[in-house]
Each structure stands twice: as structure tokens, then as C-alpha cells.
């Protein structure tokens, strides 16, 4: 047998093409065949198109598609089977070696659900990738709705406490509002451990579109929990996609003990809204909170701290629950809408609890109901709506000296306005409303009646609440603030009814003499 060469040289000696091929098989080739073929490369593993308006806004977004093989590349696209996905330009691409191409993707919901397809790209001339998915999501929404956006789900403070190993005690959260519309804030809850602390509660922040706010989560390490600790914070918004997101806290290894828990009883009495309290506004209240369900693992007995973590505008801000460090106390409550009481509790070892809380929802019993407040201590103002009538003519204006008129269906009490709560000192609040108002314009106004001889000027603050059913009863439909002299009479405004609405005036006149009511 001759050589690898000399079988090379012999077989490239014959003429004929056949005889080529037979010499050839006849000799063992020192070299291999390449396979040729074209390689299909996708940039994208998966696309996401976030939330749009449903039935408004059309997403789009890029994919790009690559031959990265060594021939032509031909490419087929299958629709996606739901027609909120659809792509720009025909169902069949052709790539030449190393040419890439562009598809636009759309996503134009029709609904307000989430949406989920995948994109099918075959590529038959590709032995080892046929065929590509490219799974598609995205969310039909409400047009101008919140969106919460966290800078991260998860808070980790490593090592232990043993190790002195932390460099870092503070972390930042940052609480963003992606949407449209005003992101609410509620009641910020936390559970676990609670040698976890934020710097500052972001509960009932508004965020407005683009807004933020950075909250610093600070962990205490204990020798008291020498493996650390654990828990979580959950914050409620009104964003519609997201009603409650999380952010896990973990300190050290986690910990494995019991902690602390305090319970204010009584305050899941509101199926539809766990955590709160409803409460009928009539005047005010003395409310009884109770922390006697608080548990304490080590059965030594606890500590109790009550606060009041947020009160309604105009509110006097030194309310607090009394006594404040006692298993119960109590809570007067004067003003609609929501008030927020947080309990804290410390066993025998000084472990701290996380701070339970309770939101108390108080709905006004009226329809109408007007609220008055005001800075200063001894000053006196006045709140009246009237049923049309001018200042304090009787039976048509309520006020200090006309608290309950017969108003409408003689006899009928539930159409009349009437005073529901009067302050004569102290900033307030006064309150006036009226059960089932008959149609009609109601117009409120501010009176100064008396600044005890040195309070001189002072603000008032007027809030309107509306409850026709259509809305939160616990918020206003209108508040404003003006700065009263001595005698000087606010026009606030009138309410409408039955088209529940609130016009403002703002006109302000001096009455020195009309001090009393006119028979």
C-alpha cells in the first residue's frame, strides 16, 4: 500500500471523475468534512410590556433575531395565539450569514386582566434550534392608576451578632410610584421581630406620579437573639394590580425563637378591611382599645406603649390614647376618617414587638357633615349651614344659637340640619350636618365670634364630607383653610345636593354688629 501521499498523488493522476472517487475511498484521508449550516440566535429570552391602558395605549418592543451560523438562514414567525401580541412586517425572514434583523412587537390590551402568548420563530435550516419560544406578558389597566414600585423585596443584614460583623445597620428602601395617577399609601404593617425599625413611617404618604420616598430600615442586633432575626413589612396602596407588596427582613440567620406580638383587640371587626375598625361618627367618642390578647412567649408578663401614629387634618395633634403605657385606654375620636393607633409591647428580657396597629374608619352617621377647626387655644369660632337663609336667620341657619331647626317636612327629623358637636374654645372642631338632605343648596360659613382678647388673627379649616355612596365616606370632598380676623364671617361655599358636590367662594366680610341669632 503506498503512503497517505502517494495515494493522494496516484488518485489526483487519474482523469476520470468516477475513478477519482473509487481511488479516493480506496485511501484512508487524513482530513474530515465541516458541516455547514446557518445558526439562529435570539436576543431576548423573554419580553414583558409592563401595564397600558386598556382599549388607549399600544406597547411596543424590540426583538432581535441573528444568523450566526456559516449559511442562509431562513426564519418563519407564528402569530401569537392571543391578538393583544402582534408583530410589525411578514411571517417569513430570510438572514444571510451574519445579518440580523429587527421585529417590532406590539401589546394593545382590550381588558383589564393579565395577558400571557408566546412567539413561535421556526427555523427549519437550524439542525439544533427548529424552533425558538419567546414567551410574551403584559397587564391591561385602568387609565391613570398608581403603580408601586420597590427598589427591593429583600432586606439582609449577614453575619452575626457574636461576630460584630456589621458594617451597616441602615438600609435604604425606596418606595416609587411608576403610574399616572397618585399612589396612597395606607397603614404600613410589620410582623416578626421587632428589633427591625423603619426611621420613618411612610404610612398615608401620597406619592404623585414620578414621586418617591426612601425609608431607612435599621436593625438592633441582641445578644438576647443570638441567631439572629426575622420579619416583614407589608405595604398596602391603591395601586390596583398590586394591592399589597412585601419586603422581607432578615437579620443574621433569621433566628428560630418566638418574639413578642402585640394585638390591639377588637380590631378586625371590618371583614372587607382586616386591621381596621369602623366606627359611627356622632359627635365624639370616647373608644376603648384593649391590648389584653398581646402574647408573650415567655408568660413574665409585658409592657405596653400606645401611640397615635395618624389622625384626620385639623385634629388636635396632642391626642393620644390614656393612660399610654397600661393594657387599655382610651381614645377620644371628634373627626371623620381615618385615625391610626399603634401598640407596641416589651417582654421581661426587653425584646420589643413589632408595632401592631389599628386603623379606625370614622364614617359620619350624616349625609352632610361639615367639620370646623382652628389654631389658638382660647378663640372662639363658629361653623353654621344654613338651608339658603342668611346668617343666623332661624329657622334657616344652623349654628351655636339654632342647633337643631325644623327644617323641610315639619316634624320630620331627619331632613332638618343640626349641630352635632360645639366648641367654644380650643381650636375645635365644631360639626354640623343633616341626616337626609332634602334637594337643594346648603351654604357653610366660618364665623370669628370672639379671640379672647389677645389671639389675634387665626386660620380655620373646613372640610366637607359627602356621603352619597359613590365614594370614600371617610375622606372629604373639599378642604380649605382661611385666615380670619376678629368678627370677620368666611364664605366657604355651598353644598349641592343631589348632585353631592361642593362650590367654593372664598368671600370674607366683616359683621361686627350680628352677633346672635334673629327670631
Given at each position: 500500500?503506498?503512503?497517505?501521499?502517494?495515494?493522494?498523488?496516484?488518485?489526483?493522476?487519474?482523469?476520470?471523475?468516477?475513478?477519482?472517487?473509487?481511488?479516493?475511498?480506496?485511501?484512508?484521508?487524513?482530513?474530515?468534512?465541516?458541516?455547514?449550516?446557518?445558526?439562529?440566535?435570539?436576543?431576548?429570552?423573554?419580553?414583558?410590556?409592563?401595564?397600558?391602558?386598556?382599549?388607549?395605549?399600544?406597547?411596543?418592543?424590540?426583538?432581535?433575531?441573528?444568523?450566526?451560523?456559516?449559511?442562509?438562514?431562513?426564519?418563519?414567525?407564528?402569530?401569537?395565539?392571543?391578538?393583544?401580541?402582534?408583530?410589525?412586517?411578514?411571517?417569513?425572514?430570510?438572514?444571510?450569514?451574519?445579518?440580523?434583523?429587527?421585529?417590532?412587537?406590539?401589546?394593545?390590551?382590550?381588558?383589564?386582566?393579565?395577558?400571557?402568548?408566546?412567539?413561535?420563530?421556526h427555523s427549519p435550516d437550524d439542525p439544533d434550534h427548529k424552533e425558538v419560544d419567546v414567551p410574551l406578558t403584559g397587564t391591561g389597566?385602568?387609565?391613570?392608576a398608581p403603580d408601586i414600585d420597590l427598589s427591593t423585596t429583600e432586606l439582609d443584614w449577614p453575619g452575626s451578632y457574636a461576630s460584630?460583623?456589621?458594617?451597616?445597620?441602615?438600609?435604604?428602601?425606596?418606595?416609587?410610584?411608576?403610574?399616572?395617577?397618585?399612589?396612597?399609601?395606607?397603614?404600613?404593617?410589620?410582623?416578626?421581630?421587632?428589633?427591625?425599625?423603619?426611621?420613618?413611617?411612610?404610612?398615608?404618604?401620597?406619592?404623585?406620579?414620578?414621586?418617591?420616598?426612601?425609608?431607612?430600615?435599621?436593625?438592633?442586633?441582641?445578644?438576647?437573639?443570638?441567631?439572629?432575626?426575622?420579619?416583614?413589612?407589608?405595604?398596602?396602596?391603591?395601586?390596583?394590580?398590586?394591592p399589597e407588596v412585601q419586603v422581607a427582613l432578615t437579620g443574621g440567620a433569621g433566628g428560630t425563637g418566638e418574639y413578642p406580638t402585640?394585638?390591639?383587640?377588637?380590631?378586625?371587626?371590618?371583614?372587607?378591611?382586616?386591621?381596621?375598625?369602623?366606627?359611627?361618627?356622632?359627635?365624639?367618642?370616647?373608644?376603648?382599645?384593649?391590648?389584653?390578647?398581646?402574647?408573650?412567649?415567655?408568660?413574665?408578663?409585658?409592657?405596653?406603649?400606645?401611640?397615635?401614629?395618624?389622625?384626620?387634618?385639623?385634629?388636635?395633634?396632642?391626642?393620644?390614647?390614656?393612660?399610654?403605657?397600661?393594657?387599655?385606654?382610651?381614645?377620644?375620636?371628634?373627626?371623620?376618617?381615618?385615625?391610626?393607633?399603634?401598640?407596641?409591647?416589651?417582654?421581661?428580657?426587653?425584646?420589643?414587638?413589632?408595632?401592631?396597629?389599628?386603623?379606625?374608619?370614622?364614617?359620619?352617621?350624616?349625609?352632610?357633615?361639615?367639620?370646623?377647626?382652628?389654631?389658638?387655644?382660647?378663640?372662639?369660632?363658629?361653623?353654621?349651614?344654613?338651608?339658603?337663609?342668611?346668617?343666623?336667620?332661624?329657622?334657616?341657619?344652623?349654628?351655636?344659637?339654632?342647633?337643631?331647626?325644623?327644617?323641610?317636612?315639619?316634624?320630620?327629623?331627619?331632613?332638618?340640619?343640626?349641630?352635632?358637636?360645639?366648641?367654644?374654645?380650643?381650636?375645635?372642631?365644631?360639626?354640623?350636618?343633616?341626616?337626609?338632605?332634602?334637594?337643594?343648596?346648603?351654604?357653610?360659613?366660618?364665623?370669628?365670634?370672639?379671640?379672647?382678647?389677645?389671639?389675634?388673627?387665626?386660620?380655620?379649616?373646613?372640610?366637607?364630607?359627602?356621603?352619597?355612596?359613590?365614594?370614600?365616606?371617610?375622606?372629604?370632598?373639599?378642604?380649605?383653610?382661611?385666615?380670619?380676623?376678629?368678627?370677620?364671617?368666611?364664605?366657604?361655599?355651598?353644598?349641592?345636593?343631589?348632585?353631592?358636590?361642593?362650590?367654593?367662594?372664598?368671600?370674607?366680610?366683616?359683621?361686627?354688629?350680628?352677633?346672635?341669632?334673629?327670631?
Open positions: 500500500m503506498p503512503r497517505g501521499d502517494d495515494c493522494m498523488r496516484t488518485t489526483t493522476r487519474i482523469a476520470s471523475p468516477v475513478l477519482v472517487l473509487v481511488a479516493m475511498a480506496g485511501c484512508k484521508s487524513d482530513y474530515q468534512t465541516a458541516t455547514v449550516h446557518p445558526t439562529i440566535a435570539v436576543l431576548s429570552k423573554s419580553i414583558d410590556f409592563g401595564a397600558a391602558v386598556a382599549g388607549t395605549e399600544v406597547f411596543t418592543q424590540d426583538l432581535e433575531i441573528q444568523n450566526v451560523g456559516k449559511a442562509t438562514l431562513n426564519v418563519d414567525l407564528d402569530a401569537p395565539d392571543d391578538a393583544a401580541f402582534t408583530f410589525a412586517g411578514a411571517p417569513h425572514l430570510e438572514l444571510a450569514i451574519d445579518e440580523s434583523t429587527t421585529v417590532t412587537l406590539s401589546f394593545a390590551p382590550t381588558d383589564l386582566e393579565d395577558y400571557a402568548s408566546t412567539l413561535v420563530i389597566r385602568v387609565p391613570y460584630g460583623s456589621y458594617d451597616d445597620l441602615f438600609l435604604p428602601l425606596k418606595i416609587s410610584n411608576v403610574g399616572d395617577a397618585d399612589l396612597d399609601l395606607y397603614s404600613v404593617l410589620q410582623d416578626g421581630a421587632g428589633v427591625f425599625a423603619m426611621d420613618s413611617d411612610p404610612s398615608w404618604v401620597v406619592l404623585p406620579p414620578g414621586g418617591s420616598k426612601i425609608v431607612g430600615v435599621t436593625y438592633a442586633p441582641s445578644p438576647l437573639l443570638p441567631d439572629g432575626a426575622s420579619g416583614t413589612l407589608t405595604i398596602p396602596s391603591n395601586d390596583p394590580d398590586e402585640a394585638v390591639i383587640s377588637h380590631c378586625n371587626d371590618d371583614p372587607n378591611h382586616p386591621g381596621h375598625m369602623h366606627l359611627d361618627l356622632i359627635g365624639s367618642t370616647e373608644l376603648v382599645l384593649d391590648g389584653v390578647d398581646s402574647v408573650d412567649p415567655l408568660g413574665q408578663g409585658l409592657t405596653y406603649a400606645w401611640s397615635v401614629g395618624y389622625r384626620p387634618y385639623g385634629t388636635d395633634t396632642t391626642r393620644t390614647v390614656d393612660p399610654s403605657d397600661q393594657v387599655a385606654g382610651t381614645l377620644l375620636v371628634d373627626t371623620a376618617g381615618h385615625w391610626e393607633i399603634g401598640l407596641q409591647v416589651t417582654d421581661a428580657l426587653g425584646i420589643p414587638s413589632p408595632m401592631a396597629k389599628c386603623v379606625i374608619d370614622a364614617v359620619p352617621v350624616d349625609t352632610i357633615h361639615v367639620e370646623l377647626s382652628w389654631g389658638g387655644q382660647l378663640n372662639d369660632l363658629d361653623l353654621h349651614l344654613s338651608d339658603g337663609s342668611a346668617l343666623y336667620d332661624v329657622p334657616g341657619d344652623v349654628s351655636w344659637c339654632n342647633p337643631s331647626p325644623d327644617w323641610g317636612v315639619a316634624g320630620e327629623p331627619s331632613d332638618d340640619g343640626h349641630l352635632v358637636l360645639d366648641a367654644t374654645a380650643g381650636g375645635g372642631p365644631e360639626e354640623v350636618g343633616v341626616t337626609v338632605p332634602a334637594d337643594g343648596t346648603y351654604p357653610v360659613r366660618v364665623h370669628y365670634f370672639n379671640d379672647a382678647g389677645n389671639e389675634g388673627s387665626t386660620t380655620a379649616t373646613v372640610s366637607v364630607f359627602l356621603n352619597d355612596g359613590s365614594r370614600d365616606p371617610t375622606t372629604p370632598v373639599w378642604t380649605g383653610s382661611q385666615v380670619l380676623e376678629r368678627n370677620q364671617v368666611w364664605e366657604v361655599g355651598q353644598v349641592n345636593w343631589p348632585d353631592a358636590t361642593f362650590g367654593t367662594s372664598g368671600q370674607v366680610w366683616d359683621e361686627e354688629d350680628l352677633r346672635e341669632c334673629l327670631e
